[in-house]
């Protein structure tokens, strides 16, 4: 798992970089069209997925004979649930010119038609190798999912294409090859496939149809104020949030990436009594630590790697902040929830949740731009940590000071896993150091 969190890292760095290369070309306004195309196809391909990629993992792990149906289950249902969601959005949104696809052009929305049955795809490949306690695979394909536009977005940069439907196809392709390049992996750290199972089929879509509510409501909260945002500011107001909150998610990023790896092993027979709170608040800490620092360098980073066009976002972020630590917690606390057997659960606290943001945009957009699209996240994100935690103590039963103060034996776990992870970039970087040695 320490691994995993490097190379997670590694990927967050990649995806960073790639946002500031898309804000650089493509300027405020492209920056907006782009992020809404990158959001659109997100939440669509969660929707597409039916929740049937977290319902084969707890099986999976119940039932290790279906590791041979896993990948073989995930064609078909990627195929056919991504291509209908795509076509029912993209298509019809182009023929009747929905706002949110006619600024994409039809290049955009064939792009799109392509891309949410891929990542439907990936989304089962990298949980394929979480189910097989592979967390260095999963994180290595997230963090190439996210890192290989970058290379498209530099080379359409040099020969000058900075049009938005330029980068959609450099995405697009980038996705494509993501996918087929970590089948290797796949097929090798795996049992040989068998073919599509219905028994595995079955109870993972029950399972899922039950998550997948929760899975669309947390999409909402996360991302449903992009299209508000768009609808009130348009594509430049656009253009300013979407790099806020680019820099506040780098505080739940880490979180994230932990979650998606305790998943398996809240929903298995080993968890001990105790480990659950102790990751909460390992998690904590770092979101705090983390979102002290953008707090407090916000405004040279952004005049930095952006540039003067994007300095609205600065006060954005900080308010963004305040909420992104809370929300950090939701990554254990909901998973915990969810993998325990109640996977509905997010319906009603995301639902909570994303009331409280469209009904606060609604308020603050119109006097307060994207500050007040940011003071309305922060706000929401605070409910749903709020929230979740209350059911995290159901079954926990663990006071706050359990749930959220780090005690001496945490920080010995810490400084632990800090030591071993210089140790292991010390093994990386001596090769080459004797390597040399050797040559000379």
Same mark, same amino acid.
């Given at each position: ?16 970089? %790639?946002? /500031? ?19 659109? $196809? ?7 997925? +039916? ?17 041979? !149906?896993?990948? %073989? ?29 006619? *600024? ?12 949410? *049955? ?12 979480? $189910? ?55 097929? &090798? ?36 104020? +992009? ?28 979180? #994230? ?8 092993? +809240?929903?298995?027979? #080993? ?11 390992? $998690?904590?800490?770092?979101? $705090? ?11 040279? /980073? ?11 976002? /600065?006060?954005?972020? &900080?308010?963004? /902040? ?8 939701? !990554? ?10 109640? *996977? ?16 606060? #945009? ?38 706050? @000071? ?9 920080? @010995? ?18 090769? *080459? ?8």
């Amino acid at each position: 798992m320490i691994s995993a969190a490097i190379i997670s890292y590694a990927g967050l760095v990649g995806s960073f970089i %790639a946002s /500031v290369v898309v804000s650089r070309l493509l300027g405020v306004e492209g920056k907006g069209v782009f992020s809404l195309f990158i959001a659109t $196809v997100t939440g669509l391909s969660l929707v597409a997925t +039916f929740g049937v990629p977290n319902g084969q993992t707890v099986y999976a792990s119940e039932r290790p004979e279906w590791l041979r !149906h896993f990948m %073989a289950n995930a064609v078909p249902f990627s195929l056919l649930g991504g291509g209908i969601i795509g076509l029912a959005y993209f298509g019809v949104g182009w023929v009747t010119g929905w706002r949110q696809v006619a *600024p994409l052009g039809l290049f955009g929305a064939v792009a799109g038609l392509i891309v949410v *049955p891929a990542g439907v795809l990936l989304m089962f490949q990298r949980q394929y190798f979480l $189910v097989l306690h592979r967390f260095e695979l999963a994180k290595i394909a997230g963090g190439v999912a996210v890192t290989l536009p970058l290379i498209g977005y530099l080379a359409l940069g040099l020969a000058h294409r900075t049009d938005v439907s330029a980068f959609l196809g450099a995405f697009v392709a980038s996705q494509l090859v993501c996918y087929l390049l970590f089948q290797i992996p796949a097929r &090798r750290a795996g049992p040989p496939q068998e073919g599509f199972s219905r028994a595995l089929a079955g109870p993972s879509l029950s399972f899922g149809v039950r998550q997948l509510a929760s899975i669309t409501a947390a999409y909402a909260m996360g991302r449903l104020d +992009f299209f508000i945002v768009a609808a009130y500011l348009g594509g430049y107001g656009l253009g300013i949030y979407s790099v806020a909150v680019a820099l506040a998610e780098i505080t739940v990023r880490l979180a #994230n990436e932990i979650g998606t790896m305790l998943y398996p092993t +809240f929903s298995g027979r #080993n968890l001990k009594p105790g480990d659950a709170p102790r990751a909460l608040r390992l $998690v904590t800490l770092m979101a $705090v630590a983390t979102g002290g620092l953008l707090f407090v360098a916000s405004g040279p /980073v952004v005049h930095l790697l952006y540039g003067a066009a994007f300095a609205q976002a /600065v006060p954005a972020v &900080r308010w963004l /902040v305040l909420g992104t630590v809370a929300r950090s917690t939701t !990554h254990v606390t909901w998973t915990y929830v969810s993998a325990r057997g109640r *996977p509905s659960s997010g319906v009603g606290v995301f639902g909570i949740a994303t009331a409280v943001d469209v009904g606060l #945009n609604i308020l603050l957009l119109p006097h307060w731009g994207v500050v007040g699209a940011s003071i309305a996240a922060a706000a929401s994100y605070v409910v749903a940590a709020v929230l979740f935690y209350v059911l995290f103590r159901q079954r926990e039963a663990c006071s706050l @000071r359990q749930a959220f103060v780090v005690d001496a034996g945490d920080l @010995r776990r810490l400084s632990e896993a800090v030591r071993e992870i210089i140790e292991r970039a010390g093994r990386v970087f001596a090769i *080459p150091a004797k390597a040399h040695g050797a040559a000379e």
